[in-house]
T-cell receptor, first 113, second 109 residues
Framework: DAGVIQSPRHEVTEMGQEVTLRCKPI?????LFWYRQTMMRGLELLIY????????DSGMPEDRFSAKMPNASFSTLKIQPSEPRDSAVYFC???????????FGPGTRLTVL | TQLLEQSPQFLSIQEGENLTVYCNSS?????LQWYRQEPGEGPVLLVT?????EVKKLKRLTFQFGDARKDSSLHITAAQPGDTGLYLC?????????FGDGTTLTVKP
């Protein structure tokens, strides 16, 4: 049983470049969450979707960040343009809405130079 | 805004010792989860507690949910080096979770 899949696992880019992070949730899960984790701020919820519809994007830091979920098995988080302060580990998690638990992917470590 | 405070932030102990980690909030949660995260990996679910006063045991780990469903504790008996990691509590309400800042546990052999 495959867990949440994220790609890439590591991304190094230069300031100003566009970054796209990808997530495939667990099959059958109908909620998807994007988080950012840093030493300073811990684990922050950026946005979450129910049945592919964005429900709460209040955690998205700026207009440079956008997220889409075109279908039940795929989501993207895009940063354009990227800045050094965006450097963090970005996690995707999914949940079956009948239960409370979330299951996390391995994360994407983003470094913006 | 629902906040979860975890204490202590860091804990370094010797193998065989017991420890307790606390997770406190002024908000009531419908359930609370505990996760463990190892370096380079995502958080892994350990347990969910739902009922006020509930106690769950997972081998040497004992989890308790406060009577008012605002706080929780994690107790580890006879800690082992394999218990080393970041322990996160998360309170669940209205479809989403609020995470504490975590407790970094180091168990020395």
């Amino acid at each position: 049983d495959a867990g949440v899949i994220q790609s890439p696992r590591h991304e190094v880019t230069e300031m100003g470049q566009e970054v796209t992070l990808r997530c495939k949730p667990i099959s059958g899960h109908n909620s998807l969450f994007w988080y950012r984790q840093t030493m300073m701020r811990g684990l922050e919820l950026l946005i979450y979707f129910n049945n592919n519809v964005p429900i709460d994007d209040s955690g998205m830091p700026e207009d440079r960040f956008s997220a889409k979920m075109p279908n039940a098995s795929f989501s993207t988080l895009k940063i354009q343009p990227s800045e050094p302060r965006d450097s963090a580990v970005y996690f995707c998690a999914s949940r079956n809405r009948r239960v409370d638990e979330q299951f996390f992917g391995p994360g994407t470590r983003l470094t913006v130079l | 805004t629902q906040l979860l405070e975890q204490s202590p932030q860091f804990l370094s102990i010797q193998e065989g010792e017991n420890l307790t980690v606390y997770c406190n909030s002024s908000s009531v949660f419908s359930s609370l989860q505990w996760y463990r995260q190892e370096p380079g990996e995502g958080p892994v679910l350990l347990v969910t507690v739902v009922t006020g006063g509930e106690v769950k045991k997972l081998k040497r780990l004992t989890f308790q949910f406060g009577d008012a469903r605002k706080d929780s504790s994690l107790h580890i008996t006879a800690a082992q080096p394999g218990d080393t990691g970041l322990y996160l509590c998360a309170g669940f309400n209205a479809g989403k979770s609020t995470f504490g800042d975590g407790t970094t546990l180091t168990v020395k052999p």
